[in-house]
């Protein structure tokens, strides 16, 4: 019998994996220095072991330890990435060019900094959520000093081109930001060969404690900096103050050193599951996978049921942890922007589950979820108005709906 | 979010799904909400003529669980009412019964609209003028 429930929401978090929870452990009771006391043993004991973390950390991304800045997690990161630079390059411009379907830590950043006087761009991305690299350099003027384009998106897994937009940055001598959020530890990442200046990660989304994250800031051709976004003691080469999270970043490391040995044959296996998954909900009618298929993270599939309301659907099949984007939940009643970008109907919109599997699926969950999934969504159809007008080949777009 | 026992309950075992004759003059139809707000509702009536008593009702619902916990709901108390009886059915009704959330209110407001639209098409239908609403909810 499978275990009930099963947890497949895994591009929002992922379990922890036992070899990180026990390297952390020392870190809470026995080793509680603080990295930054450099005249007695505990302190040097947490730096040495920040140090090592960091040496695991920068290794998954290609980078050199140097070149690691810790902190809070993604969203501070990408806080510090793109406040950080519009401070500390301003005399070279204001304009920074993004993507309409970027996470809201990236967009709400620049929304406040147009407030403070930046002009932004946000590209649009094609039906299958991907931009290209000509459209980032048809976008770059004389005034653009950053790029930030994710990596991987978090509602649909597209994976951007982003050496392709590395190279068009490079060339044009405007810096280079990801949100690898949901790429780094699943597929592999190389901030040198991706031509990256700056990179957003953290570790609870690859089996790691939350609470934890880093920036990869580049150090050399360019060597880029950021203007920090705290006042304190001048922590991690004065770009963020406060007290290491030791712990985590012991656990962050970990986590790194875990992927890198794993993550090649875990999206192999993983990758087969969800297209196992995948080809099964796709037999049912009227179903659709939203986003490019082919550019995409092996672990992560969006699917649109049409004629079947995501949220009423979650409900049934409430043993399996899925997302939706709907939004019946929030008050504004607005399904997903990113599935809304792609061109999509609302309607379809609001008829969408996102799968996350994770390295601890197993078979046996795919196969429950297929099940249940497939089952849920025809109960739900044979009491869905639509799935009978659409049965009548009566035409949605011809009725007059009154909106409220 | 929970959900209460109740909408559990009829989101499990939706009472009166289905479709009425809607060409017949005794049936009246309520489609309303918006397949872009994630909620559409179809409520359905047959009324006895010489009677006035909804006899019968029908739904289908596309929605979340409370939409369609609203609806079924909404059947359940028509049968057996007249038409004016349906007539003062009130979304806050449907709330409590249901104990929805400030943020699902919108459900019962659909089944209250919902249950109108089916009252005055069945009226138009039969000759009678359309029954303003004293409320707006928009």
Redesign the interface.
Known sequence: MVKLPIYLDSNATTPMDPRVFEAMKPYFLEFYGNAASKNHSFGWQAEEAVDYAREQVASLVGASEKEIIFTSGATESNNLAIKGVYEMYAAKGNHIITVSTEHKAVLDTCKHLEKLGAEVTYLSVGEDGLISAALVESAIKPNTILVSVMYANNELGVIQPIREIGEVCKKHGVLFHSDATQAVGKIPVDVLADHLDLMSFTAHKMYGPKGVGALYVRRKNPRVKVTAQMDGGGHERGMRSGTLNVTGIVGFGKACEIAKAEMDSDAKRLGGMRDKLEHALLTLEESYVNGSREHRLPHTCNISFK??????LM??IKDIAVSSG??????S?E?SYVLKSLGL???LA?SSLRFGLNKFTTDEEIDYTIELVSSAVNKLR???????MFKEGID?KS?E???? | ?A?SDKV?DH?SN?RN?G?LDKSKNTVGTG????????????LQIEVNEETGIIEDAK???????S??ASSSLATEWLKGKSVDEALAIDNMDIVEELALPP?KI?CS??AE?AIR?AINDYRAKNGLEPIESEKS??
Do not use: N
């Open positions: 004629y079947v309301e995501g949220e009423g409900m049934g709907s939004a019946c939940t929030s008050a009643l399904p109907d609302d309607e609001h044979d009491m869905s108005p639509l799935w009978e949605l009725i709906w009154t909106e409220h | 979010m959900y559990i989101y939706p799904i479709t489609l309303v909400g918006a397949p872009e707000c994630g909620d559409v509702m179809r739904f289908k619902t596309f929605g979340c669980g939409a369609i943020v919108h407001v659909l609209d639209a909810h928009h």
